[in-house]
């Protein structure tokens, strides 16, 4: 069997004798043999091979000693994997695969156990089918999926009308070329000048004024942001009428905001002008600046009383026509 093993210099004399006393055991070359595909649990090489958990456990613990096998935590239990294997380890178990009679069964056993894995995660789906998204799971948030498809946005001149502390801005200028973010507020402005400098955003240019009356050339904008900013205009028509004019042709208007409510008491709690807006309300100001391709939809239903709803609406102003 070890007739074509490579010639090993007389340094790693004492590695290669170790091994070779180590994979002696034609079980323990049964075990290198699933390791070298798979990672597996004690309880699943007791399966596979039909051995005790002792018996397996005195093997991986003697191959683990020899360098031949590695382990890493996961839960209660451990998985086990074929450490990087040399050239001499590699010869072995090619041909170990062909000698050893219970290899093919093994492996097709291997598979069943790894199958069974496979279930076990679908079971969990299956048992959370129509809730997921209502439940928590971990390292799923709105945000994480904002910032995937910033990187599917090709670079613009965007404007933030109504900014307010400049979070939004500064999640638009990972792919802008360039970020105009407005706000009446001088106080927010400062405040949000103050995290663009501590977060190193050198490409959002803040400016004091109202979304009315926008400190913005015309024709200058591709992309225009409201985000719950509209429902603080005292003429959001205006607003959105001095959206579309700095917008380019072609140039696009996204709004979000608040769905008609009955919440009185966000005028005081909030400093809102409007109690949201319905769908035809927003359609009807943005086809009187002129936009068109317009689609509005609730995309959000907060499940704590008073339920606001969240209102998106997006358009776009006609390119230019050659004459």
Not at 229 to 247: D, F, G, Q, T, Y
Request: hydrophobic residues 40%; aromatic residues 4%.
């Amino acid at each position: 069997m070890y007739q074509n093993l490579p010639k090993q210099s007389s340094k790693t004399m004492p590695s290669i004798v170790k091994t070779l006393r180590v994979v002696a055991d034609p079980n323990r070359l049964r075990i290198l043999l699933l390791l070298r595909g798979e990672e597996l649990s004690v309880a699943e090489l007791q399966e596979i091979l039909t051995m005790g958990q002792s018996t397996i456990s005195t093997h991986l613990s003697q191959l683990k000693q020899a360098g031949l096998v590695e382990d890493r935590r996961t839960g209660k239990s451990s998985l086990y994997r074929l450490s990087p294997a040399d050239g001499t380890l590699t010869s072995l178990l090619n041909q170990a695969r062909e000698e050893i009679a219970e290899a093919q069964a093994d492996q097709a056993a291997m598979r069943g156990v790894l199958r069974k894995r496979q279930d076990k995660m679908r079971t969990f789906f299956d048992s959370v089918a129509g809730r997921l998204g209502k439940d928590y799971v971990p390292g799923k948030s709105w945000k994480s999926v904002a910032e995937a498809l910033l990187r599917l946005m090709p670079p613009m001149i965007i404007a933030d009308l109504g900014a307010g502390e400049g979070a939004f801005a500064l999640l638009l200028a990972q792919r802008a070329k360039k970020v105009i973010a407005v706000d009446t507020s001088a106080k927010m402005i400062e405040v949000a000048r103050e995290q663009a400098l501590r977060h190193g955003v050198e490409n959002v240019e803040y400016r004091l004024g109202d979304m009315e009356e926008l400190p913005i050339d015309a024709a200058s904008v591709d992309l225009v942001f409201f985000s719950q900013s509209l429902h603080h205009a005292m003429h959001p028509e205006h607003a959105v009428s001095e959206a579309a004019r700095i917008l380019v042709p072609g140039g696009r208007i996204v709004i979000l905001d608040l769905a008609k409510h009955r919440f009185e008491e966000a005028r005081e709690l909030y400093a809102d002008e409007w109690l949201g807006f319905t769908e035809t309300e927003l359609e009807t100001m943005l086809e009187k600046a002129g936009l068109t391709e317009i689609q509005t939809s609730i995309v959000h239903k907060e499940p704590e009383t008073p339920q606001f709803q969240t209102l998106l609406a997006v358009a776009g102003k006609p390119a230019q026509i050659a004459h």
